[in-house]
C-alpha cells in the first residue's frame, strides 16, 4: 500500500519523487484511483475519470481472471496430492 501511495503521488507530487517511483506511476492501479478522484474534484473534463475507471475495469478483469485459473488449478486433483510423499 505505501509503495503504491508513494507512486500515485497521494502525498506528494510524483515529479518530486526518485527515479523508482516515476517508473512504477503508470503501472499501479492507485494511480488511476488518485489521478481520476482529483479531476471529480476540481472539476473540468470527465475523459480523464473515464480512461481511470477503464484502466481499473482492466485491473479487476485481470485479477479476476487469474483468481479464478488459480483456483480451478487447486480444484483438479492429481495422484500427487491424492497420495502424497511420505518422509520419515
Not at 1 to 15: D, H, K
Request: hydrophobic share 45%.
Amino acid at each position: 500500500m505505501m509503495l503504491q501511495l508513494t507512486s500515485a503521488g497521494g502525498t506528494y507530487p510524483v515529479q518530486t519523487s526518485p527515479g523508482f517511483f516515476n517508473a512504477l506511476h503508470p503501472l499501479l492501479p492507485m494511480t488511476y484511483v488518485v489521478d481520476g478522484l482529483r479531476h471529480l474534484i476540481t472539476g473540468g473534463e470527465l475523459w480523464p475519470v473515464w480512461r481511470a475507471c477503464l484502466v481499473l475495469g482492466v485491473f479487476t478483469a485481470g485479477a479476476l481472471t487469474l483468481t479464478a485459473w488459480s483456483a480451478r488449478r487447486k480444484q483438479v486433483w492429481t495422484l500427487d496430492r491424492l497420495h502424497p510423499e511420505l518422509s520419515l
